[in-house]
């Protein structure tokens, strides 16, 4: 998996979670596509990513309304275009943690 210039509009979430740190998912992904650790809105970290076979993904923090801490292990959402590429997202995601 790597970070993605494709469109990732219209992904959605389809109850497929995990649990990792900021500093983790920086140590894999990067650097966030969309970050704001402020708490004010309904997601402070996003990245845009896609699959080896080329499918985009999110993986974004979801209502936790205030500061995370970047070593703080908190619950992450992937968000696809379907639930199949979701699991492959997260079975992508589980191997690199």
Not at 69 to 97: C, P, R, Y
Request: glycine share 6%; hydrophobic share 35%.
């Amino acid at each position: 998996m790597k970070l993605t210039t494709k469109s990732t509009n219209g992904t959605s979430f389809h109850d497929v979670t995990f649990e990792a740190s900021i500093n983790q998912l920086i140590g894999i992904f990067g650097e966030p596509t969309i970050q704001d650790n402020t708490g004010r809105d309904k997601c402070n970290f996003d990245w845009n990513l896609q699959t080896f076979n080329g499918d985009v993904f999110t993986v974004y923090d979801w209502k936790e309304y205030r500061k995370l801490e970047m070593d703080e292990i908190i619950k992450w959402h992937i968000g696809a275009f379907s639930q199949s590429i979701s699991l492959t997202a997260k079975e992508a995601v589980m191997n690199a943690l």
